[in-house]
């Protein structure tokens, strides 16, 4: 289950390039936190078991197609004693779709302060995921905190974990973490209360910080919150709790909203 969902593979030669597959979609695009975290599986393929990734910064460069494979070059960027860097370039067809670096960190014990979540924090009853999300109930399992809430396409903060038990391998945790990271934060970015139509909407850019390694075999809490929104681009911030109201992530992202009266400028 868990290839099927990152489905990323080793090239036959070299162990610096991957492919990843794609499934045709209606969006008419590829979902961005698919094609994150397929560039952090491969990069993470390419660095000891003793280190774990601790950050993830990426640039959405082109929309992506979705139902064709997508190319992974993965550049060793330093193996230090306790850190090691990597850089993945996405392309299909030759061009590039996504820029990811992301930093691996060998764990040091050391004091430990967390930002711990404050309410809501009561898990929602069973059937009441978000609508939008229901094509991944065979990877993942959704309820949301306030369904039905009315605030337009924002659909956090909800509640999700794995619909079938995972293996304990920290990279594949880490990696659907990215994959949801990305599910819904875009609409948090906008103004609240902004109702004009927009002909443009994209992400540019998106940055994860792991605080500690999730398991997505029990329940896990996104919320996100729009933080500015200057000209036609806005910030969205987010953060992954635990049950036990610990920090596990934090992540942000800027994206594009470009109303319809400007589509055709830039």
Known sequence: MSHRLVGISPGEADDHFFTG?????????????????????????????????????????????????????????RDGRG???????????????????????????????????????????????????????DYLEFRSVVPGSGRGW??????????KALPEDPALHASLITYVSDLGILASGREPGRKEPLAVVASLDHSLWFHHQPNLNDWMLFSAEPV????VRGMARGTFHDRQARLVASVAQEGLFRPARQAGSG
């Not at 004091?111 to 009853?125: C, D, K, S, T």
């Open 154 to 163: 924002q659909i956090q903060p909800f509640w999700f974990r794995a619909s």
């Open 228 to 231: 500015a929104h200057v000209g």
């Open 21 to 77: 597959t794609t499934r045709s979609s209606s969006l008419g695009r590829l979902y961005g936190g698919q094609v994150a975290a397929q560039a952090l599986t491969a990069a993470d393929a390419t660095v000891t078991s003793d280190r774990s990734v601790h950050s993830l910064h990426c640039y959405f460069i082109r929309m992506g197609e979705p139902g064709t494979p997508v190319d992974f070059h993965v550049e060793r960027i």
């Open 83 to 137: 850190f090691s860097t990597r850089r993945v370039t996405a392309s299909q067809d030759g061009r590039v779709i996504l820029d990811l670096i992301a930093s691996f960190h060998v764990p040091e014990p050391g004091r430990e302060w967390n930002q711990h979540a404050a309410g809501p924090f009561e898990l929602p009853p069973p059937g009441s995921g978000p609508k939008r999300l229901a094509y991944l109930a």
